[in-house]
Nanobody, 116 residues
Framework: QVQIVESGGGLVQSGGSLKLSCTASRADFEIYAMAWYRQAPGKLRELVARITTYNVTNYLEPVRGRFTLSRDNAKNTMWMQMNSLKPEDTAVYYC??????????WGQGTQVTVSA
């Protein structure tokens, strides 16, 4: 059983910052990639940023330069520093964990709200 625990969401004014964290609970769990997705009301879930175990990252174009991923492989933990937040960043952010295998795991989601 793998639990994905997210934290760090909240309410912030436009231009502010938040830092999200995601931890996969199982210690013997080898993770290939970790990612953040987001889903705004009435919209499809979209990939925001992804980092592999080799520290290869990719970002959704609108967040590139504002959001930064980091990861501690030993702790199965990922962080996303979000700076210069905009109202259009408002969404529920979901952590996705992809091990070396066919499984895929999701967190429960954390709300990020950016006021104008």
């Amino acid at each position: 059983q793998v639990q994905i625990v997210e934290s760090g969401g909240g309410l912030v004014q436009s231009g502010g910052s938040l830092k999200l964290s995601c931890t996969a609970s199982r210690a013997d769990f080898e993770i290939y990639a970790m990612a953040w997705y987001r889903q705004a009301p009435g919209k499809l879930r979209e990939l925001v940023a992804r980092i592999t175990t080799y520290n290869v990252t990719n970002y959704l174009e609108p967040v590139r330069g504002r959001f930064t991923l980091s990861r501690d492989n030993a702790k199965n933990t990922m962080w996303m520093q979000m700076n210069s937040l905009k109202p259009e960043d408002t969404a529920v952010y979901y952590c996705n964990v992809q091990p070396f295998g066919p499984e895929n795991y999701w967190g429960q989601g954390t709300q990020v709200t950016v006021s104008a």
